[in-house]
């Protein structure tokens, strides 16, 4: 069992920036590949950023090329987002999610993922 637990977020201006943390229990942080989702109200829930069990490897989406960054620390059980040049748009509930599949590809599909934080709320303002 994986226990994820987001933290970060808030209010902040367009332009301004945020870091995501999220916290994984047990021993096993480091099999699996982790990704970052948002969902913003009456929308479906959709893909941001996912990377390998190691590091190496990282895919974005479209929307927050150059702005965003995920990273991971697997000796704290930790991956991150550092979300920079805010924009409303950006408005969302954003969820870290452990994908323990064996597919070779890092997965944007959230059925993919099988393990789910609470999520935290980022509200950016114009």
């Known amino acids: 069992q994986v226990q994820l637990v987001e933290s970060g977020g808030g209010l902040v201006q367009a332009g301004g920036s945020l870091r995501l943390s999220c916290a994984s229990s047990?021993?096993?942080?480091?099999?699996?590949?982790m990704g970052w989702f948002r969902q913003a109200p009456g929308k479906e829930r959709e893909f941001v950023a996912a990377?390998?069990?190691?590091?190496?490897?990282?895919t974005y989406a479209d929307s927050v090329k150059g702005r965003f960054t995920v990273s991971r620390d697997n000796d704290e059980n930790r991956v991150y987002l550092q979300m920079n040049n805010l924009k409303p748009v950006d408005t969302a509930v954003y969820y870290c999610?452990?994908?323990?599949?064996?597919?070779?590809?890092?997965?944007?599909?959230?059925?993919?993922?099988?393990?789910w934080g609470q999520g935290t709320q980022v509200t950016v303002s114009s």
């Open positions: 047990g021993r096993a942080f480091g099999r699996f590949r």
């Open positions: 999610a452990a994908d323990p599949t064996l597919t070779p590809a890092l997965s944007t599909s959230a059925t993919t993922y099988g393990y």
């Open positions: 990377i390998s069990r190691i590091g190496g490897t990282t």
